[in-house]
């Protein structure tokens, strides 16, 4: 028996509706990870632990990638050299520079070919002090992000959003 484009339509609409039906809500509530129970219980932990960690796939590259410190680490330690690779970060430009990087290498020539940068001096400026921060690398002359700094930088992206 044939279908009709009308029962096709019908049926593809219960099926699109059923589908939405089972998506989550736009900001749903974080639920308690397998990670962080481990972490509570983990009574070697006196004052806690900060973790952070992800599995990324994206320019055609697979990345797991986990970091924990306990708080007191945080704490105590100084932050200067956090902050300075932190702060080599916080330039719009450098942000689409990275975002760019996340998918393929990249030359400076292709950073201003693709109109990321407005002349290969400012994309040197700003690659620059983004490998002199660790968070690029230069191989051939071309500019990637290092497989180690992948999902930290989504992290921190990830932790400025607003929650």
Not at 4 to 26: F, G, K, M, S, Y
Not at 35 to 46: E, Y
Not at 118 to 146: C, R
Request: glycine share 6%; charged share 20%.
């Amino acid at each position: 028996m044939e279908t009709t484009n009308t029962e096709r339509i019908a049926d593809l609409e219960r099926r699109v509706a059923d589908l939405e039906a089972r998506q989550q809500p736009d900001n749903p509530r974080p639920t308690p990870s397998a990670l962080l129970d481990a972490l509570k219980a983990n009574t070697d932990l006196v004052d806690g632990a900060v973790t952070f960690g992800g599995v990324v796939d994206t320019g055609g590259h697979h990345y797991e990638y986990e970091w924990t410190r306990p708080t007191h680490w945080v704490t105590d330690s100084e932050w200067e050299e956090e902050i300075s690779r932190l702060s080599a970060l916080a330039h719009p430009l450098r942000g689409d520079i990275m975002r760019r990087l996340l998918y393929a290498p990249a030359t400076v020539a292709e950073l201003v070919n693709e109109h990321i940068a407005s002349s290969p001096g400012t994309a040197y400026h700003h690659v620059s002090a983004l490998q002199a921060a660790g968070w690029v690398t230069k191989h051939d002359g071309s500019f990637a992000i290092p497989p180690a700094r992948v999902v930290p930088l989504m992290a921190i992206i990830t932790a400025c959003e607003a929650h």
